[in-house]
């Protein structure tokens, strides 16, 4: 590991008269894969948009790859933007564009490189991901719910980006399409050298997949660090949560 990616420190979000964090803290480290759990409404996803800058939070800090958050400029923020990728949960995919255009999307936007440039790759990202390059003609309204994720994934990977975020990965998938994701997931990071945050339910995948977790309960952060130890923290999300693996 070559220390903290990102570095979330007293983070305190409010949103009207409700609190939703209080007093958060976590790290992850460069090159792993960290899922943030908890309850429903906890405010995981909250969380996940407060690190891309989707969501101001009320105090505290983010650090993201030496970036403070709190004290980003525009320039530097459109800087930072660059070195991730986004996949949200229902893949976020322009129903009007293909495969192709949707992938190509953030090349064309964000740089000047020629259209064969883009073409050429667009075509990697797709194999990337493992999808036939066929597909990259179709529309999002022509493919199934695997492969959508699959070309949000590569549209999130179109700026070779050092972190991803995932919100929700496997959900609304089958159980064959969710380990099959998990695998590319697992492979990705390998392959690309990638620090990956994610938020999910599915407990198989959390088993497959993360080597830390931080669990959110309370507004707070109830227990951070790998599942070996999860069994003993006194939570009552956890314990139920986690049961059928604690027996």
């Known amino acids: 590991m070559m220390g903290a990616a990102i570095e979330v420190q007293n983070l305190k979000t409010v949103f009207g008269s409700k609190i939703v964090h209080e007093s958060l803290n976590l790290t992850i480290?460069?090159?792993?894969?960290y899922g943030l759990l908890g309850p429903s409404g906890c405010g995981k996803t909250t969380l996940l948009r407060e690190m891309v800058m989707l969501e101001r939070y009320h105090s505290g800090n983010i650090n993201i790859l030496g970036y403070d958050l709190s004290a980003i400029g525009s320039e530097e923020a459109q800087k930072l933007r660059r070195e991730w990728g986004v996949l949200f949960q229902a893949g976020a995919l322009f129903s009007s564009l293909t495969l192709r255009e949707n992938i190509a999307l953030p090349l064309v936007e964000y740089t000047d490189l020629s259209a064969t440039m883009i073409e050429e790759i667009v075509r990697f990202k797709i194999n990337l991901v493992g999808l036939k390059r066929s597909?990259?003609?179709?529309?999002?309204?022509?493919?199934?719910?695997?492969m959508k994720k699959k070309a949000a994934l590569a549209r999130a990977l179109a700026m070779d980006p050092k972190l991803l975020f995932l919100d929700e990965p496997t959900s609304g998938l089958d159980p064959i399409s969710a380990r099959d994701f998990d695998a590319l997931i697992l492979e990705l990071r390998s392959l690309l050298g990638l620090t990956i945050v994610m938020v999910s339910h599915d407990l198989q995948s959390i088993y497959d997949t993360l080597d830390r977790v931080a669990i959110i309960d309370h507004k707070k952060i109830a227990y951070e660090g790998t599942l070996d130890n999860i069994k003993s923290v006194d939570s009552k999300f956890i314990k139920t949560f986690f049961g059928k693996y604690n027996e």
Do not use: F, K, R, V
């Open 29 to 33: 480290n460069t090159g792993e894969i």
């Open 135 to 146: 597909d990259a003609n179709l529309y999002p309204s022509q493919i199934s719910g695997g």
